[in-house]
């Protein structure tokens, strides 16, 4: 085991989609004005929930992967990831929204999007008791209804490149949650959580994922009065 595994994760997640931000044909470094404000306002509101959840005990960090400098109750890597891993998803949202066509779902999307919402607040309220399972399912339906109803255009591209981001969601999460490792980087408490696993991660982190990328996503359009290019 070495101290510098959550940090490895953090800075090889990163590295790719940040030296090719600076190719001719992505120029993602011009969006940084806005990219940077998004990534930061999501990371403030996710850290805080971070840092409740640890002094509930709901999740936790072993210190055997960890440097150990901690930012109040969080490690440094824990703060690093909601800053490497927004961007290497934005990143890889922009490469490949221009390859979607516009009307993709475009028929469709509002059933899909109310119908979603709707499933993961019954989700919620049936496992209200799970701390982690209520809030990430809440908090992700109450981001698709108003993205529904604010009829915003990308959100059906959006989901496509989730699909896809959660192929390098499962090698990540899978490393954080303990797949391939003597024990897990992040663990969670049996009290937080339904208990359903894909491999070792905990079905929760990928709504709760999805809702940290939508959010970044969301306000990075925003701050730029702007499109992410079709």
């Keep these: ?69 901690h930012i109040g109750n969080l490690p440094l890597e824990e703060v690093l990831f909601f800053i490497c891993i927004p961007y290497a998803c934005i990143f890889t949202y ?66 496509l490149v989730y699909i896809i981001l959660l192929i390098p969601f499962l090698v990540v999460n899978g490393l954080l949650t303990g797949t391939g490792l003597a024990r897990a980087v992040v663990w969670y408490s049996a009290n937080g959580i339904i208990g359903l696993r894909i491999l070792t991660i905990p079905i929760e982190d990928i709504f709760y994922g999805m809702g940290l990328i939508l959010s970044n996503i969301w306000i990075y359009q925003s701050v730029r009065h702007y499109k992410l290019p079709d």
Excluded: E, R
Aim: net charge positive; charged share 5%.
């Design 94 to 159: 922009k490469c490949i929204s221009g390859l979607i066509p516009s009307t993709y779902l475009q028929g469709s999307i509002a059933y899909i999007n109310y119908i979603f919402a709707a499933i993961l607040a019954i989700l919620a309220i049936i496992f209200h008791n799970k701390p982690y399972t209520l809030s990430a399912f809440a908090l992700l339906a109450v981001m698709i209804l108003i993205g529904a109803i604010k009829k915003l255009a990308w959100l059906p591209k959006f989901y």
């Design 1 to 69: 085991m070495t101290k510098y595994t959550y940090l490895l994760i953090d800075l090889l997640s990163v590295l790719i989609p940040l030296a090719f931000s600076f190719h001719h044909k992505i120029q993602l470094y011009k969006y940084w004005a806005a990219l940077i404000p998004a990534i930061f306002i999501t990371a403030l509101f996710y850290l805080l929930w971070d840092s409740w959840f640890v002094y509930l005990g709901v999740w936790g960090f072993n210190q055997h992967y960890i440097t150990g400098i």
